[in-house]
């Protein structure tokens, strides 16, 4: 079992920037692949940002890339989300998630252990 933890969410102003963390429990943690979801209200969730297992392969959601930087320190069992120049289009709650393989999915439906979302607001 798999325990997320996220935390770094707030209001910020638009061109601002926020570092989200994700804490997991779990002896596991450095051999599964994790993953960055948003969901604004109405929308549907929406991958962000994925990162392998050891931390070397990454890749982005057209909408952040050049904004995002996904990153992991197995030693602390925590993955990052350092975003920049925020956008109010940027507001939305965020979810880490892991699923059990070394590698990322796009796919929501891929993942088995969710956090429970931590809220970024972005004002104009």
């Known amino acids: 079992q798999v325990q997320l933890v996220e935390s770094g969410g707030g209001l910020v102003q638009a061109g601002g920037s926020l570092r989200l963390s994700c804490a997991a429990s779990?002896?596991?943690?450095?051999?599964?692949?994790m993953g960055w979801f948003r969901q604004a209200p109405g929308n549907e969730r929406e991958f962000v940002a994925g990162?392998?297992?050891?931390?070397?392969?990454?890749y982005y959601a057209d909408s952040v890339k050049g904004r995002c930087t996904i990153s992991r320190d197995n030693a602390k069992n925590t993955v990052y989300l350092q975003m920049n120049s925020l956008k109010p289009s940027d507001t939305a709650v965020y979810y880490c998630?892991?699923?059990?393989?070394?590698?990322?999915?796009?796919?929501?439906?891929?993942?088995?252990?969710w956090g429970q979302g931590t809220q970024v607001t972005v004002s104009s």
């Open positions: 990162i392998t297992w050891s931390g070397t392969g990454t």
């Open positions: 779990g002896r596991t943690f450095g051999r599964f692949a």
């Open positions: 998630a892991t699923r059990r393989s070394q590698f990322y999915s796009h796919f929501g439906r891929d993942y088995d252990y």
